[in-house]
């Protein structure tokens, strides 16, 4: 029995927001997109986050990267990219992305899966964390987000209807269709 067992993995936040399909497809059916070039170059990539992937308005005092993280009160439990330790004692948690910033603002599962990552650091360190970076790499954006309650409420909604879909085993009703022409589990999705 794994020591994480019973906790979501983060990423399944972030999917939840993208397509609900997905974390149904992972964590009730046990069907997990096999592993691509790509995903292990952005696997790489995240391992050489650096302090100029921060916006200038942060000055890191020590950049942690890889750090993994845990939350039996929480139920979650994932690897965040960075870990920046500001002079003034500040935690902020870093996303690397490797795509590009879309519309000029961040997509909304890129804000949740940070949202729950500055969650476990308050979780786990005993602080209160405000904000966060997401960095994406195509195009070098590095917004600065506030972390917000109403973000944090989705977090907590996401990893609650997880639970019940792992429950119930039964698919969820949401689909984005939008998506399925360039998703791996197009073939085998119950869209």
Same mark, same amino acid.
């Given at each position: 029995m794994s020591e994480d067992e019973g906790l979501l993995p983060v990423v399944a936040v972030r999917q939840f927001f993208f397509c609900r399909q997905i974390p149904y497809l992972n964590l009730v059916l046990h069907v997990v997109e096999p592993e691509t070039d790509s995903m292990v170059y952005s696997k790489d990539r995240h391992e050489l986050f650096r302090a100029q992937y921060l916006p200038r308005s942060i000055r890191p005092k020590k950049v942690y990267t890889g750090v993994d993280l845990r939350s039996e009160r929480l139920g979650l439990v994932g690897?965040?990219?960075?870990?920046?330790? +500001?002079?003034?004692?500040?935690?902020?948690?870093?996303?690397?992305?490797?795509?590009?910033?879309?519309?000029?603002?961040?997509?909304?599962?890129?804000?949740?899966?940070?949202?729950?990552?500055?969650?476990?650091?308050?979780?786990?360190?005993?602080?209160?964390? %405000?904000?966060?970076?997401?960095?994406?790499? /195509?195009?070098?954006? %590095?917004?600065?987000?506030?972390?917000?309650?109403?973000?944090?409420?989705?977090? %907590?909604?996401?990893?609650?209807?997880?639970? /019940?879909?792992?429950?119930? /085993?039964?698919?969820?009703? /949401? %689909?984005?269709?939008?998506?399925?022409?360039?998703?791996?589990?197009?073939?085998?999705?119950? +869209?």
């Open positions: 690897r965040l990219d960075a870990l920046v330790e +500001t002079y003034f004692g500040e935690l902020i948690p870093c996303e690397f992305k490797h795509s590009a910033l879309r519309r000029g603002r961040p997509l909304l599962k890129d804000v949740v899966q940070l949202t729950a990552y500055a969650m476990l650091v308050e979780d786990v360190y005993g602080c209160v964390v %405000k904000r966060g970076v997401l960095y994406y790499a /195509e195009d070098g954006e %590095k917004p600065e987000i506030r972390i917000l309650q109403s973000h944090r409420y989705m977090v %907590k909604m996401a990893v609650k209807r997880i639970r /019940e879909m792992m429950a119930s /085993e039964e698919a969820p009703e /949401e %689909k984005n269709l939008k998506e399925c022409p360039s998703c791996w589990y197009r073939r085998i999705c119950y +869209t």
